[in-house]
């Protein structure tokens, strides 16, 4: 009895990952590796070097500037200075974990 239903078990495992169907092969996700990452040195509205404690926190980044007005606009408008730094950063600005 305990053989037939180990073999029964077996043959079920076996049958339903034959069934299965394989993972496409093609992946759309871009892979950016850590060393990759470029950290922020230039402010997105000014082009200066960034003053490390003027930053604004939005969706899990941090956006550094360089001065208080800078500030503002960050403030004012976020994913504006994000898009700035996208440009011309790319997508391998790094993220606050």
């Not at 069934?19 to 950290?39: C, D």
Request: glycine share 4%; proline share 8%; with cysteine.
């Amino acid at each position: 009895m305990k053989k037939s239903l180990l073999a029964t078990f077996f043959i079920s495992l076996f049958i339903s990952c034959a069934r299965t169907k394989p993972v496409a092969q093609k992946s759309e996700v871009k892979v950016i590796l850590p060393e990759q990452l470029k950290p922020q040195e230039t402010c997105p509205y000014k082009g200066t070097p960034i003053d490390p404690f003027k930053f604004v926190e939005y969706k899990g980044q941090r956006i550094y500037v360089c001065c208080q007005p800078c500030l503002k606009l960050v403030e004012k408008n976020p994913q504006e200075a994000i898009d700035r730094l996208k440009s011309l950063y790319g997508e391998k600005l790094q993220e606050v974990k």
